[in-house]
């Protein structure tokens, strides 16, 4: 199958008719335009890499973008795009062929496909979502054991993922909001004259909803989940945190109360005679008093900084 490829003139694409027979075409743009009667800059959602997702009537085709699946739908053919892809080529076509073949009578062509764009983007979302959580519950299993840069990294990356994955499912749920609440948009869902019931698109629409929405709530849920996850380890660190820095200030405080005890000592032990150092009992108080001196200090200290909430 030939990769998508676009240029000023020119895009390459699957022609699929109304009996699923599907040919690689070569069609030039203004050749789109006339037949569906439309403006070069319609095709815009088709050609461009960076657009939103879109659902939208214009001129007498919709124009269908899900960044991976993008589709021009007659009311008889589409024209399905991007089939470089081997998920669009290998899964998406071959169900819309055998959707397309197999269709009840008096389902419209243009549902069908958009029926099937909208089950192969659901699929995704909901594999990408599985594949989101399993990366996300290896990763939180790992942190209850280690706490490593490396994991925490791996966390950062699965979070991004989701975020993405949230803001994806929210767009696409948003496109298909705006249609069911506005009637003249879903008129504009049929080629061709639009009938009084529209039970049967709203009805696609609606399951689909459904299920963006329950995807997008177990997104949040597990994004909760990480988020509470987070903020127990940064408890758990400002605790080791404050641990260490309380270790450290207990063992700066004897070092000052032994370097006070150092003074004095170092009085005693210059080469000056005084004939106290001659007195062993003397040395017996003196020693016995720094001693005391230094329990009393670690005594004082200690209260001082529970009164002052330090420990």
Not at 99 to 125: C, N, P, Q
């Amino acid at each position: 199958m030939q990769p998508f490829k676009t240029h000023f003139f020119n895009m390459y694409c699957l022609h699929i008719d109304d009996f699923g027979k599907a040919t690689e075409r070569t069609i030039v743009r203004r050749e789109l335009t006339q037949q569906f009667d439309l403006h070069i800059r319609d095709l815009r959602p088709i050609s461009s890499l960076r657009q939103m997702p879109t659902i939208v009537r214009r001129g007498k085709c919709l124009v269908i973008n899900f960044r991976s699946v993008k589709l021009i739908v007659g009311k008889d053919e589409a024209f399905v795009f991007n089939t470089e892809s081997e998920k669009i080529a290998e899964d998406f076509v071959p169900v819309l062929i055998n959707r397309i073949i197999s269709r009840e009578e008096g389902a419209r062509f243009e549902h069908i496909v958009l029926d099937a764009a909208l089950v192969h983007m659901l699929g995704k979302t909901l594999d990408n979502f599985e594949k989101a959580q399993r990366l996300v519950e290896r990763v939180l299993g790992l942190l209850r054991t280690q706490q490593h840069d490396e994991i925490f990294e791996k966390l950062l990356a699965a979070k991004k993922k989701l975020s993405k994955l949230a803001k994806n499912t929210r767009e696409l749920n948003e496109i298909l909001d705006e249609i069911l609440d506005d009637n003249e948009e879903i008129s504009d869902m049929y080629l061709g004259k639009a009938p009084k019931e529209t039970d049967d698109l709203e009805s696609i629409l609606e399951n689909v909803v459904e299920q963006l929405e329950d995807t997008s709530n177990r997104i949040d849920e597990l994004d909760e989940n990480i988020d509470d996850t987070q903020e127990i380890l940064t408890l758990k660190l400002s605790s080791r945190r404050n641990k260490i820095i309380q270790t450290d200030l207990i063992l700066t405080s004897m070092t000052a109360v032994l370097a006070f005890l150092a003074v004095v000592t170092g009085f005693f032990g210059m080469n000056i005679l005084n004939k106290v150092e001659a007195r062993f009992d003397i040395f017996l108080w003196i020693l016995g008093g720094l001693f005391l001196l230094s329990i009393a200090s670690g005594i004082v200290l200690r209260y001082w900084m529970k009164k002052q909430k330090i420990m």
